[in-house]
T-cell receptor, first 112, second 110 residues
Framework: GEDVEQSLFLSVREGDSSVINCTYTDSSSTYLYWYKQEPGAGLQLLTYIFSNMDMKQDQRLTVLLNKKDKHLSLRIADTQTGDSAIYFCAERKDTGFQKLVFGTGTRLLVSP | NAGVTQTPKFRILKIGQSMTLQCTQDMNHNYMYWYRQDPGMGLKLIYYSVGAGITDKGEVPNGYNVSRSTTEDFPLRLELAAPSQTSVYFC?????????FGEGSRLTVL
């Protein structure tokens, strides 16, 4: 189907690593994205990975892509209270208008 | 840079009323989008536009209309508000790179 799936909630302690998982739908999607939404705000792009890559690291963020299983994950090292937010994965379907299909979002709560 | 600006930020409507959510971007982006966000449902695409004068339906267009008379503006119109349209609405724009989002408009229909 069309649904990009994520677990709804993750709770971690400050300093631990967080891993947010996503299962997407279209093996031909060219780009996969992670967005962060803080309370009362719009979505901001955190990072993205091109479909021919397995891994991308960007400071505390590591994105892993398993194309065979259509599985994407976001690892946040040394999680801070400021990382508390909702995280959305999205896949880009290269139809004529570059449609992004978003997951349901994972609410990350970081406790001190 | 202003980026993507949406107004109003909050609005309460009565059933059957109409209103327009405004969206403007100053990045000269061709692509513009309207999404709605419901709890636990992610973002669903309502309408999109690939340039001035061109609009098309997304996944959940019923009850909405859009226009794109200029590159900058992409208003979303609700003609007969229904409780099912209670949601947070996000406008976004895209050039050749990433998608930029507005801060959202929270609409409640009572």
């Amino acid at each position: 189907g069309e649904d990009v799936e994520q677990s709804l909630f993750l709770s971690v302690r400050e300093g631990d690593s967080s891993v947010i998982n996503c299962t997407y739908t279209d093996s031909s999607s060219t780009y996969l994205y992670w967005y962060k939404q803080e309370p009362g705000a719009g979505l901001q792009l955190l990072t993205y990975i091109f479909s021919n890559m397995d891994m991308k690291q960007d400071q505390r963020l590591t994105v892993l892509l398993n194309k065979k299983d259509k599985h994407l994950s976001l690892r946040i090292a040394d999680t801070q209270t400021g990382d508390s937010a909702i995280y959305f994965c999205a896949e880009r379907k290269d139809t004529g208008f570059q449609k992004l299909v978003f997951g349901t979002g994972t609410r990350l709560l970081v406790s001190p | 840079n202003a980026g993507v600006t949406q107004t109003p930020k909050f609005r309460i409507l009565k059933i059957g009323q109409s209103m327009t959510l405004q969206c403007t971007q100053d990045m000269n982006h061709n692509y513009m989008y309207w999404y709605r966000q419901d709890p636990g449902m992610g973002l669903k695409l309502i309408y999109y536009s690939v340039g001035a004068g061109i609009t098309d339906k997304g996944e959940v267009p019923n009850g909405y209309n859009v226009s794109r008379s200029t590159t900058e503006d992409f208003p979303l119109r609700l003609e007969l508000a229904a409780p099912s349209q209670t949601s947070v609405y996000f406008c976004a724009s895209k050039g050749t790179g990433e998608l930029f989002f507005g801060e959202g408009s929270r609409l409640t229909v009572l």
